[in-house]
């Protein structure tokens, strides 16, 4: 039994079918991942990269825009845009030049210039605190505000929501199950107990949340605005602003990573929905897909920091080291791709785009959910939306889980990539970029009908 309510038999049929036209179709692909299976591991470059629904990696050849091409010469529709990290389309015009101008004039030195400041006062006046760092990924913007926060606060314990993401950090790698914090399934090598100092609970909780606060450990509450990876999962009118009230009640700082949401709004949801976060995090679309992430803080944290760094140092007998930065943090390069990437591509004119569009997906969407009798539903957030196997939109991480049908999903993702149209992998998630059309999206919805009616069409689909 599946909660998509199609039976698992049809959907092994659907898929076997798919499987046979993209082997057909893709030959280069087909032979490039042979011949690298010799050289990378998995055959790919990062192994979740064999992870998608088609039978071998499919092969990019170059994308600009909210199109790219593959080996075998097919042209897709892109409503994945590398999950967020080219939200506002592939390779814009302003990057491009970006990255020309800099690439004569070094790449990285380890000392600031002009655009770095430049970057500074543009982050200051968009999300709204006035003190920023930037690293090479979220990631890594994630785990230092983390040791700012144990820092500042003398706390150790990280408080998550279930069903969280905020890149590979390890701290937030823990589930919330039967009423405790355990360890994320499918973790490798993992050689300590992550529960000790992190504790999860669900999504949208007030009772647990302000529980998990009262135990006086918790230096930080980290949290997406909206949860975005393990299906899309809304704020309850009032949720976030009762996070922050009870996180200031408790004396937890606030950190809020908006590196998925930002979809929502030039400022984000911090902007959107003043929010005022103590830390906040952004990472992939913050420099145009050049590996870039940032964090800023208020000014009463920026002071805190201060005294916490001075004692570190009174404390280390010499030359000490706060755990923090990458040589390439900050690079060259990456900081002249984000000023240009804030001054002239993320800007209110491409939201202005782009949120009308996902509208009109996410209510096609609905359309056809409804014309072909299915529980399922749709949630959105700005520019990007997603279909679930719920009839409602899931309100915690667990009930979006609870709504997965893996097979299902890559089988519809794999029809769509057979008929040039690729999806976000692993949920399934859109998003609407500045060079997305309306014929895009109307494509994108015929496609889906298409899919779902030769699904329909099969013995015994139905549940």
Known sequence: MTASGIHPSAVEAFTAQERERFLANNPNSV???????????????????ADWSTPVPLFVERAKGARFYDVDGHEYIDFCLGDTGTMFGHSPDPIARALTEQASNGLTTMLPGEDAVVCGELLAERFGLPYWQVTATATDANRYVLRWARAVTGRKTLLVFDGCYHGTVDDVMVRYRNGRTVPRSGLIGQAYDL?????????????????????????????????????????????????????RQYGVLLIIDETHTISTDIGGCTRLWNLEPDFFVIGKPIAGGVPCGVFGCSAEIAER?????????????????SGMGTTLSANALAMHCMRANLEQVMTSAAYAHMLPLAKRLADGLRRLIAGHDLKWSVTELGARCEFQFCPAPPKTGAEAEAAFHDELQMAL???????????????????????????????????????????LALPNARI
């Open 31 to 49: 032979a490039l991942a042979e011949r690298a299976r010799k050289s990378l591991y998995g055959g790919v470059p990062m192994h979740w990269m």
């Open 413 to 455: 993702h794999l029809y769509l990539i057979n008929r040039g149209i690729l999806i976000t992998p692993f949920h399934n998630m859109t998003l609407c970029c500045l060079d997305t059309t309306k014929a895009d999206v109307d494509r994108l919805i015929a496609t889906l009908d298409n899919a779902l009616t030769d699904l």
């Open 195 to 247: 529960t000790e100092y992190s504790r999860a609970i669900p999504f949208n909780d007030v009772a647990a949340l302000e529980a998990a606060l009262a135990e006086g450990d918790v230096c930080a509450l980290l949290c997406e605005p909206a949860m975005t990876n393990i299906g899309m999962v809304l704020p309850e009118p009032g949720f976030l602003q009762q996070c922050r009230e009870l996180t």
């Open 305 to 321: 920091m201060h005294t916490a760094r001075e004692q570190a140092q009174a404390h280390s007998h010499g030359h000490g080291h």
